[in-house]
């Protein structure tokens, strides 16, 4: 798993994450930034770069709000709260994507990035393959990848009836199962541990435990290449989905107990794909 090292970025995109569409004061960003030790100048700076870049929104002086062109990736990224309910049986088909043939370039590599969030691995040079068992369209991956990855000349459609010694490679190899569920193993228990201690310290150090932990977690389960039980279990990705819905509620109370005036959904959490993978 990645470091999840917090950057002004991704801090103030995970604050504007959760605001539930409502903008935030600069003076709630620069408190908040505080806490994790980011001053009030290198937040401003920052909000002023994701306002050139468009990432951001200002109603009105000193007001922000996430971009409308990020919804479908927030509303993805929100999708963990769903669970099991993010997939459907598998019939046995695969989403494909052929990726142009072509020299590495940062469109592309952020094109196979965002296939790899999406659960898609390489099955062949060029050819990147997923089981069909998710309830996204396949328009809906196109445009998730395409806000994502901002990738071109690729070609997503189902397919079926390859050989069954090539499904077995692929299904034996191209996903690391035993680490996956490792990972979530110990993800799980570290929020179970941080649960039972969290309401015991100091409002302050509650926020910083648990966004850093929520964010390890809800990375965990944005990246789970959520596989069908005929390849991978999904018994620990149940636990820690309902082990973080728990978490996030009493990661909620400390930050409404610092910030009365910052209404949150849930406990922020940065994530790299927030700003782009």
């Known amino acids: 798993m990645p470091s999840h090292k917090i950057t002004p970025k991704n801090f103030i995109l995970s604050m504007l994450q959760v605001s539930n569409k409502q903008a935030i004061p600069i003076k709630t960003l620069v408190e908040c930034g505080e806490l994790f030790g980011f001053t009030g100048n290198t937040i401003r700076v920052t909000i002023t770069r994701l306002i050139r870049e468009g990432t951001i929104e200002s109603d009105e002086r000193g007001l922000y709000r996430l971009s409308e062109t990020k919804d479908l990736i927030r509303k993805f990224i929100d999708g963990w709260r769903l669970g099991e309910a993010r997939i459907i049986p598998w019939d046995g088909t695969w989403i494909s994507c052929l990726m142009p043939k072509q020299k590495a370039s940062r469109l592309l590599r952020k094109g196979v990035k965002g296939l790899q969030f999406l659960g898609f691995q390489e099955g062949m040079p060029g050819f990147w393959i997923r089981p069909n068992n998710l309830k996204l369209r396949l328009s809906n991956i196109d445009e998730i990848l395409q806000l994502l990855g901002n990738a071109s000349g690729y070609e997503i459609f189902l397919s079926k009836d390859f050989r069954e010694k090539r499904i077995l490679q692929w299904k034996t190899f191209l ?93 922020p959490s940065h994530l790299r794909l927030i700003t782009g993978v």
């Not at 228990?189 to 929520?214: D, F, T, W």
């Not at 390890?216 to 989905?241: H, Q």
Request: glycine letters at 4%; charged letters at 25%.
């Open 175 to 267: 996903w690391p199962i035993q680490e996956l569920t490792r990972s979530l193993q110990v993800i799980h228990q570290k929020l179970q541990a941080s649960a039972n201690r969290l309401h015991k310290m100091p409002v302050e150090n509650a926020i910083v435990e648990s966004y850093l932990l929520g964010s390890e977690a809800v990375y965990c389960l944005n990246t789970d290449p959520l596989l069908p039980e005929e390849m991978m279990s999904g018994k620990y990705r149940i636990m820690l989905t309902q082990t973080m819905l728990v978490y996030d509620d009493l990661g909620k109370k400390a930050w409404k107990k610092k910030f009365r005036n910052f209404q949150i959904q849930e406990v």
